[in-house]
């Protein structure tokens, strides 16, 4: 009986040293942190209603420390075997301004059998933090002044933490 009672008062006393310990590390976020990725929902323009209906999104993000981009575009409800050359712009969607980067290569959106299509494409473009941004979709190469999918980019959330 005397070493039951001497084995829980050990058990007890080591319950209790371990609800005072420092943890050995601790976890919390970093200060000055700066989001790195912009956001777009594509949507075909209302002018191209009814002859496509093409959905999809597009994020910019920060490539080494905001000294280049990648940019990635993924599309559904596309025809199949399309292909698709698709542009970076500086404005909006129906006020759109200078092209910043246009792909119409091997990175282009190729449509599959799904009707689903994604490409990208890195630019040594400085990260953007300030401005208004659009990503536009084209018909093909030969219709390239067509657009049938547009979306605004939302800016990412550039505050900075106390």
Known sequence: MYIGHKLLATIALLSMTACFRKPVAEIKAADNVVATRWNANLTTP???QGVISAQGRSWITSLDGG???RIDVEMSNMVPGGEHPWALRAGQ????GAEL???ND???LKV???GKAKADVSSDMLFPTTGDYMVAVFASNENSDRMIACGNFAPPNMTRRP
């Open 112 to 114: 599959g059998g799904d």
């Open 67 to 69: 000294r280049r981009l």
């Open 101 to 103: 980067t246009r792909v």
């Open 93 to 96: 969607c129906g006020m759109a």
């Open 46 to 48: 209302a002018s191209m």
């Open 106 to 108: 091997s990175n282009r």
